[in-house]
């Protein structure tokens, strides 16, 4: 019965992991762009909600209503201006630019908020959990997160798949000079996705706040982590990218549970254990010529 | 940059066969790079001599200074050259440092363990480039990133080692302090000379030209024959090596090993910075970007995360605003220290 839990516990985790890579995979995938930051970026967003809402330590849910919409805000402006003057002078320079924003944004948040961690409740709803077997738990919290992320999974591909404007991020994802000859805007268009991505990064941000503890500089795991998802589960496909947060979820549960300082390191061994075998991932969106 | 025109038409002539053309010849050394010779082996000189002139806290000083040359110089190589932006190269530094940690405690003195560790680095690499080779851009950077974890979880496991609150360097004991700060320093020396040395002749090779060749244009490259991963993995191989023998003068300089210390991602950046702020893609780029970062470190360091602060803004600043660097600045004078390139020397020109 520990074994199912752990099982269950993993895919709930997974959950989490998805929800963090989703916004990764969109900016790669759209832009082009692997942002260092992305980590650190979740980290910020629970930080804006602490710093603006001291009452979130109690219910997390009032930060819902305002932190992913400014962080959509926050990325569209810095898609128009610092992410998307770094993309016109290549990938290296984009990946140099934000690398340096994590270490800006960590560092500012180790300044302003120093190195305490953080974490968020949701007043009753944190511990109540259901039981189903003796060491079974089904944290309603989690659960939660779990349902939060394949919606966010579910809009995104729907906002990409049916309307204008997704049709418009598809274009410039394929080919954008192609696009912005056919009469896409695509810096505005670019900036959109971007900002789509914000604020799933600070919806991640907020659903781990409520998971664990944080603190300034918790960021660095995370994007590994999104990373791994998105690797396991095979570049560019949102599903695939769930697929990949369960199995690294999985692994780090039942690493866990076998001795629990294995946890992590059994996370990242799937996923050099997929890169070995399989590294176009578990479901590639695309098979390679 | 300003060699890249002229390297296409000169990549096939060997400098042994310059006339085949009337009157043109092939120069590899700039007027800059033949001037900057006696000063550089006067500065050498000067470095080789200097624990006889100051203070052990000096030396020690110039050891983290040599340490960060070294991977500056290696990231350089790597990023600059070869394309491989890793964000992981703690882990060969991580890995160089428990080497060495682990012959000294099989009985082995730490500074003969240095060259030991540094190959074992090497060795190391081998394998893992079959893994993160399979990622592209910045998906190696995280690849590479993730590795250096795992090295930091495998290594934390071995109580031998220290764990995870690290342990003492043993088998320096024999030596007096001051010896051991000298010798501490010279090996930090001879292994940023033997990096730079090592880079110079490496990217003056076939490897060198293969690596220039697809950094400035990979399809053009690949039409003309050259064969890109062959020449990265070596590159990546020497920048393992070279890291891990960095890792073990840290270890040896700090007499301890603490795994979050020598596997930190922190020490990603400190080489990303030195590269950007003084150029990439340039031999001189490094050697002045660790010049700067180090005396930004010496006056800020006790501001605590102000100085990664600022250290982060100025890297995305020279990013964006000045990619070539100090050093690309210094170039567009003309001045090469190290020229890696090919310049035709037309007849009328060669009496300058």
Same mark, same amino acid.
């Given at each position: 019965?520990?074994?199912?839990?752990?099982?269950?516990?993993?895919?709930?985790?997974?959950?989490?992991?998805?929800?963090?890579?989703?916004?990764?995979?969109?900016?790669?995938?759209?832009?082009?762009?692997?942002?260092?930051?992305?980590?650190?970026?979740?980290?910020?967003?629970?930080?804006?909600?602490?710093?603006?809402?001291?009452?979130?330590?109690?219910?997390?849910?009032?930060?819902?209503?305002?932190?992913?919409?400014?962080?959509?805000?926050?990325?569209?402006?810095?898609?128009?201006?610092?992410?998307?003057?770094?993309?016109?002078?290549?990938?290296?320079?984009?990946?140099?630019?934000?690398?340096?924003?994590?270490?800006?944004?960590?560092?500012?948040?180790?300044?302003?908020?120093?190195?305490?961690?953080?974490?968020?409740?949701?007043?009753?709803?944190?511990?109540?959990?259901?039981?189903?077997?003796?060491?079974?738990?089904?944290?309603?919290?989690?659960?939660?997160?779990?349902?939060?992320?394949?919606?966010?999974?579910?809009?995104?591909?729907?906002?990409?798949?049916?309307?204008?404007?997704?049709?418009?991020?598809?274009?410039?994802?394929?080919?954008?000079?192609?696009?912005?000859?056919?009469?896409?805007?695509?810096?505005?268009?670019?900036?959109?996705?971007?900002?789509?991505?914000?604020?799933?990064?600070?919806?991640?941000?907020?659903?781990?706040?409520?998971?664990?503890?944080?603190?300034?500089?918790?960021?660095?795991?995370?994007?590994?982590?999104?990373?791994?998802?998105?690797?396991?589960?095979?570049?560019?496909?949102?599903?695939?990218?769930?697929?990949?947060?369960?199995?690294?979820?999985?692994?780090?549960?039942?690493?866990?549970?076998?001795?629990?300082?294995?946890?992590?390191?059994?996370?990242?061994?799937?996923?050099?254990?997929?890169?070995?075998?399989?590294?176009?991932?578990?479901?590639?969106?695309?098979?390679?010529? | 940059?300003?060699?890249?025109?002229?390297?296409?038409?000169?990549?096939?002539?060997?400098?042994?066969?310059?006339?085949?053309?009337?009157?043109?010849?092939?120069?590899?050394?700039?007027?800059?790079?033949?001037?900057?010779?006696?000063?550089?082996?006067?500065?050498?000189?000067?470095?080789?001599?200097?624990?006889?002139?100051?203070?052990?806290?000096?030396?020690?000083?110039?050891?983290?200074?040599?340490?960060?040359?070294?991977?500056?110089?290696?990231?350089?190589?790597?990023?600059?050259? =070869?394309?491989? $932006?890793?964000?992981?190269?703690? *882990?060969?530094?991580?890995?160089? !440092?428990?080497? /060495? &940690?682990?012959?000294? #405690?099989?009985?082995?003195?730490?500074?003969?363990?240095?060259?030991?560790?540094?190959?074992?680095?090497?060795?190391?690499?081998?394998?893992?480039?079959?893994?993160?080779?399979?990622?592209?851009?910045?998906?190696?950077?995280?690849?590479?990133?993730?590795?250096?974890?795992?090295?930091?979880?495998?290594?934390?496991?071995?109580?031998?080692?220290?764990?995870?609150?690290?342990?003492?360097?043993?088998?320096?004991?024999?030596?007096?302090?001051?010896?051991?700060?000298?010798?501490?320093?010279?090996?930090?020396?001879?292994?940023?000379?033997?990096?730079?040395?090592?880079?110079?002749?490496?990217?003056?090779?076939?490897?060198?030209?293969?690596?220039?060749?697809?950094?400035?244009?990979?399809?053009?490259?690949?039409?003309?024959?050259?064969?890109?991963?062959? =020449?990265?993995? $070596?590159?990546?191989?020497?920048? *393992?090596?070279?890291?891990?023998? !960095?890792?073990? /003068? &840290?270890?040896?300089? #700090?007499?301890?090993?603490?795994?979050?210390?020598?596997?930190?991602?922190?020490?990603?950046?400190?080489?990303?910075?030195?590269?950007?702020?003084?150029?990439?893609?340039?031999?001189?780029?490094?050697?002045?970007?660790?010049?700067?970062?180090?005396?930004?470190?010496?006056?800020?360091?006790?501001?605590?995360?102000?100085?990664?602060?600022?250290?982060?803004?100025?890297?995305?600043?020279?990013?964006?605003?000045?990619?070539?660097?100090?050093?690309?600045?210094?170039?567009?004078?003309?001045?090469?220290?190290?020229?890696?390139?090919?310049?035709?020397?037309?007849?009328?020109?060669?009496?300058?």
């Amino acid at each position: 019965m520990i074994w199912v839990n752990a099982v269950i516990q993993g895919l709930l985790l997974g959950g989490l992991f998805a929800l963090f890579a989703c916004g990764l995979s969109l900016l790669f995938g759209v832009l082009g762009i692997i942002n260092l930051a992305h980590g650190d970026l979740a980290v910020l967003g629970a930080y804006v909600a602490v710093a603006l809402l001291p009452s979130v330590h109690t219910n997390v849910l009032w930060a819902l209503l305002f932190v992913p919409p400014l962080f959509a805000v926050f990325g569209y402006v810095s898609q128009r201006t610092v992410m998307g003057r770094s993309m016109r002078s290549g990938p290296l320079t984009t990946l140099l630019v934000t690398f340096g924003l994590s270490v800006v944004i960590q560092n500012a948040l180790l300044e302003g908020f120093s190195a305490d961690s953080h974490s968020f409740t949701l007043g009753a709803l944190t511990t109540r959990s259901l039981h189903p077997a003796s060491d079974i738990s089904l944290s309603w919290l989690r659960m939660g997160i779990l349902v939060v992320a394949v919606l966010v999974l579910v809009v995104v591909q729907l906002f990409l798949s049916r309307t204008g404007i997704g049709r418009q991020i598809r274009a410039l994802a394929d080919d954008d000079e192609a696009a912005a000859i056919t009469g896409v805007n695509t810096r505005h268009v670019a900036a959109i996705a971007a900002a789509v991505a914000f604020a799933t990064v600070a919806l991640a941000g907020l659903a781990f706040g409520t998971y664990a503890q944080f603190s300034p500089t918790s960021g660095s795991n995370l994007l590994i982590f999104a990373f791994e998802a998105v690797i396991i589960g095979g570049l560019g496909s949102l599903w695939g990218t769930l697929a990949g947060g369960c199995v690294l979820g999985l692994a780090q549960t039942i690493g866990a549970q076998i001795d629990p300082t294995f946890g992590v390191l059994a996370g990242h061994l799937v996923f050099l254990a997929v890169l070995a075998v399989r590294p176009n991932g578990l479901m590639p969106a695309t098979v390679e010529a | 940059m300003t060699e890249m025109a002229t390297r296409e038409g000169a990549a096939d002539e060997s400098p042994a066969a310059p006339s085949q053309v009337s009157g043109v010849r092939i120069r590899r050394s700039t007027r800059s790079s033949r001037l900057a010779i006696a000063p550089a082996l006067i500065v050498l000189a000067v470095l080789a001599y200097l624990p006889f002139l100051f203070a052990q806290d000096t030396t020690n000083t110039m050891v983290n200074f040599f340490i960060l040359l070294v991977l500056g110089m290696t990231w350089n190589v790597l990023a600059g050259y =070869a394309g491989l $932006v890793s964000v992981g190269q703690q *882990a060969f530094l991580g890995a160089g !440092a428990y080497s /060495v &940690l682990w012959l000294a #405690q099989q009985g082995m003195d730490p500074l003969a363990a240095l060259p030991v560790a540094a190959v074992f680095c090497g060795v190391v690499a081998i394998p893992v480039s079959w893994l993160v080779f399979r990622l592209r851009g910045g998906y190696f950077a995280i690849g590479t990133w993730a590795v250096a974890e795992v090295f930091a979880l495998v290594t934390i496991r071995s109580s031998a080692l220290g764990g995870g609150t690290g342990t003492n360097l043993p088998g320096l004991d024999g030596y007096d302090p001051v010896t051991l700060g000298a010798l501490t320093y010279w090996a930090a020396l001879a292994i940023a000379v033997l990096t730079l040395l090592g880079s110079y002749l490496m990217l003056r090779s076939r490897v060198g030209l293969a690596l220039t060749a697809v950094r400035d244009d990979d399809h053009a490259a690949e039409g003309v024959g050259v064969r890109p991963a062959g =020449a990265k993995r $070596v590159v990546y191989l020497l920048a *393992a090596i070279g890291a891990g023998a !960095a890792g073990g /003068v &840290l270890a040896i300089s #700090q007499l301890n090993v603490q795994a979050d210390n020598v596997y930190g991602v922190q020490w990603a950046a400190y080489m990303i910075f030195v590269v950007l702020i003084g150029g990439i893609g340039t031999l001189e780029g490094p050697i002045i970007g660790t010049i700067v970062f180090f005396i930004l470190q010496q006056t800020l360091a006790s501001h605590g995360a102000w100085y990664l602060i600022l250290v982060g803004l100025v890297a995305v600043v020279m990013a964006l605003w000045s990619p070539r660097g100090l050093w690309g600045i210094a170039e567009r004078f003309g001045v090469h220290l190290f020229p890696v390139g090919y310049r035709v020397v037309h007849p009328e020109e060669s009496q300058s």
